[in-house]
């Protein structure tokens, strides 16, 4: 069975939610051209808005067939009435909801029509296509002065015979530099569809074209294609690169090969790709303000280096690897674990530290900060109950040796309680939601069962307080907490 990305974190906690169904498998996570503090905005007022989903929902009792949420920032951040909550049942959204269709398993947003207002394209790569089960559908659902109204269209796949689940990863940026809005798309194939900007609204795109990263002679793609797909400025030239995430090679059952393209004027190319550090979630900011977008790559497993060579107990937990940006791309690159300089924790065994990331300018200093999630961490005697930590960027690059914080529900003033498979931190996003010009903290784990929450954290100009935090329960923004939801374990990048 095709797992979600991020929406299981190990197979015992899987199994623990859900009676086996799910497994490990990959993250996504949010990417940035350079230090941005506002991001989606649907609406078009100015404020951060935050778009996530809830795939394994109930939808009229079909089950896993998945919704989406558009959380609305304002002054006084997100909160569960300002919001749109939206299914394949809702008025103008294409298709019918039916069991199995994992609507919202991706997102990426960005103004695609040219209107000024974000849209969020969604994927349900397990949706049967005619007679084609697990075909995929790639929607796009329009904002408006009201946000996401539900009006949308499908992205029609190009080579339905050619693979599976489409829509399976997304990515938004402007890879050819014409100032109009592209959409990569994924599949279980090794190759990449790219939309270029200019939508009509019959979803029609200004063109397309295809781009396969170079995959290391005698291995083999994921069998479900890339893990994940990243937008990014790298080298600074105004043209929106991308990092793959997540082929696996011959020499290692981990998803250990991760590629960046370029963008060019003529789109995205493998010609010049340069394989990185592996992981499978990437974001990409700006830490040392030097123009460059750096790209950050979690590895939360813990059984080998990117090496390949194995490392002790004391190792273990997972890791980030941070590759710098520079005008001929990427540079020169750095890991950091929790038994790093004042990283807040303890690397052990099973923590998952960096499963997903983010960045963001929480403090308006200009350099991007980054937020790692490790939702296997046990607190006391509670297993899996998870934390995140926020470490600030600098001129000289990520700071590990001052003013790292870390969050988890014991937090004084964090909502809720350290409990049990709580996964705190299954996804994490650096946002301005507020409009204050820095980046709140929004949290998702897999409050109460797998309902899944979010949790909103916000920046108080010079680091992320608890002062003002609230909790958004799946039932609370019109999410059905029948099954296992898993509301708020997927942000739209």
Known sequence: ?????????????????????????????????????????????????IATS????????????????????????????KRTTLSQNSAGVPGTAEAGDDFGYDLAYADFNGDGYDDLAVGAPSEKVGTDTNGGTVTLLWGSKSGLTGKGVDIKDPSPSGHDYWGLNLAAGDFDGDGKADLAVGSSAATLWVFKGGFSSTGTPGGRYT??????????????????????????????DLIVDGYETKTSNHWNTNYWLPGTSNGLTATGAKALKNGI??????????????????????TTTSEGTAVPDSAKGGRVAITYGSASGPGKATMFN????????????????GWDLDLGDVNGDGYADLVVSTPNEDIGSNTNTGQVTVLYGAKTGINLASGAQSFAQSTAGVPGDDEKNDLFGADVKLDDVTGDGRADLVVGSYENGGDGAVTYLPSNGSKITTTGSRALAAGKVGISTTGVPQFGAIFGD
Do not use: C
């Not at 170079?214 to 294609?225: A, L, M, Q, V, W």
């Not at 979630?281 to 813990?302: C, M």
């Open 54 to 81: 809830a795939a394994t929902a109930y939808v009229s009792g079909h089950k896993n067939a998945g919704q989406v949420v558009a959380l609305y920032g304002s002054a006084s951040g997100v909160t569960t009435t």
């Open 281 to 302: 979630v990437t974001g990409i900011g700006d830490i040392n303000g030097d123009g460059f977008g750096d790209i950050v790559s979690g590895a939360s497993w813990d």
């Open 1 to 49: 069975m095709h797992t979600f990305p991020r929406l299981a974190l190990a197979t015992a906690t899987a199994a623990a939610l859900t009676g086996g169904l799910l497994t490990f498998s990959a993250a996504s996570a949010s990417a940035a051209d350079s230090v941005k503090v506002a991001r989606a905005d649907f609406n078009g007022d100015g404020y951060g808005d």
């Open 338 to 353: 929790q038994n790093s300089g004042s990283v807040p924790g303890t690397s052990e065994k099973g923590d998952g530290f």
């Open 211 to 240: 781009v396969k990263p170079p995959i290391e002679p005698g291995s083999n793609s994921d069998p479900y294609g890339p893990m994940h797909l990243t937008a990014g400025d790298v080298n600074g030239d105004g043209r929106t």
